[in-house]
């Protein structure tokens, strides 16, 4: 009878000896033979071996079959692009290492920086499928799902959704008309094809990655998964379409109808579909959301502030405040995710100026100011501006002129963050133009005048443009102010004279 370090050191020999091994154990005899040796899978990670020069050896052969793995296997995840589709409904198949290769080139193709790349990847595929059909593709090439998802994914990085489902059409054809097995549709290529439509400018994109969504979820073997569900929410959220908001609240609905818990990404879809919808956002539902996420960061209290600056109810900007201020003690405490960033206070600005209260604005904007960590750039002063603007209060739109003033200087002294745009410059000429007070046109006169001079100081993105102009004409005819006519007629010579 062997004994047990004898046995184990057979049991190591085995796995690489050129001949069969005879192994006693007792009144049982066993034989394996070099070929069940080779076939068996990569050797467990939980032997039980305690010899560290077996543990060694086992090591190198589990690497060198990996590496043998390689060489014949491929799998959708070889190819994905960021954001990456839900793979959980995938499986890993063995293909031929013909096919692997071309899956390889293909792959590269597809991901390369050419201008026409998604095509060229789908001509390879075409032609690949012709070979197929009249019989002269090189043998050992097969057709199968990754093949077309990975030009799927060239067309969805892109933002070509047609394209990408014509190409979901092509592979339907060879697994329904030609019976290819390989080729049958799943769950990640159905998501790649949403994620293209949500990425398509067109009108209707929103509507065809739903359409995709409800195959999804009708199909008997395929089924969505969280990114499917926030993929499509996505879309809706980028058409800005009217009901969009309406539409992605639904699909949340529906994903918790199917027993599937929405994730942070979803959820902060949801919200961005709220702001993008151009309805009024309700400051309770922004929270509820907020609520509803599975320890949030500060992108998702952002998404929940940037709601609530879009909402105009009463208590918005009170709740604005009030998250920030969580943000901050959350921040204060270590945790280092939940620190505001500029987007969080100007978000919260940007509320106090829809609910007309100013003052609330420049006191964050003074604690900005007065900062180490955190600066105000160009859209922290212009909601300032804004606020100033939306109050209504006679001399409010003084004030903001000082917000502009200010602006100008920390640019002029090398501050990069700030630099005054024109739509800040038209927002202030607007305000004068409308307050109706007394010296409003001439105050709007002396600021295009300023515009003018930094013009040819150098600072081209100051220099007012055609409507900045006809503001000021606006303004003096407004006025009815003495000479008013004059007054117009100079700027209109000052603009043909500029040639615009």
Known sequence: MLGSRALLRLASRQLTSSRPTVISTGSCVRVQSVTSATKAKRPSTRSTYSSSRSTRGRRQQQKQHEQSKK?????????????????????????????????????????????????????????????MDNGTAK???????????????????????????????????????????????????????????????SRGSAARAELLLERLIRDEYMKPDEYSFSTTVTAWARSGEKGSDKRAQDLLHRMEALGMEPNNFVLSSVLHALTKSGETVSAERAVQLLDMMDDPDNIAFNSTLHALSKSGEDDAAQTAEALLRRMEAMCAKGNKKMCPTIQSYTSVISAWA???????????????????????????????????????????????????????????????????????????????????????????????????????????????????????????????????????????????????
């Open 71 to 131: 060489s014949q296997n491929f799998h959708q995840s070889d190819i994905t692009s960021k954001p990456r589709p839900s793979r959980r409904h995938t499986k890993k198949i063995r293909y031929s290492e013909e096919t692997a290769a071309f899956a390889d080139r293909l792959n590269k193709l597809a991901k390369s920086n050419a201008r026409n790349a998604a095509q060229q990847a789908q001509d390879e595929l075409e032609d690949l499928i012709k070979r």
């Open 139 to 201: 043998p050992g090439l097969s057709l199968n799902t990754v093949l077309f998802t990975t030009v799927v994914n060239a067309w969805a990085r892109r933002g070509r959704g047609k394209e990408a489902e014509q190409v979901l059409q092509m592979l339907e054809s060879r697994f329904h008309d030609h019976g290819e097995k390989n080729c049958k549709p799943d769950t990640y290529l159905m998501n790649s094809c949403i994620l293209a439509w949500s990425r398509c400018k």
């Open 354 to 500: 829809k609910s007309k209260e100013p003052g609330k604005a420049v006191t964050i904007l003074h604690r900005l100011e007065q900062s180490d960590k955190i600066h105000p750039d160009t859209a922290t002063y212009t909601a300032v501006i804004d606020a100033f603007i939306k109050s209504g209060v006679e001399g409010s739109v003084d004030k903001a002129e000082v917000v502009l003033k200010r602006m100008e200087a920390l640019h002029q002294n090398g501050n990069t963050l700030v630099q005054p745009s024109i739509p800040t410059y038209q927002a202030v000429l607007n305000a004068y133009a409308a307050c109706g007070e007394i010296g409003s046109a001439l105050k709007a006169q002396n600021l295009l005048d300023r515009m003018e001079k930094l013009r040819d100081y150098g600072y081209a993105k100051c220099a007012p443009d055609d409507v900045c102009y006809r503001i000021v004409m606006r303004a003096w005819h407004e006025s009815k102010e003495q000479g008013f006519g004059e007054k117009v007629k100079t700027l209109h010579g000052r603009m043909k004279k500029l040639g615009i």
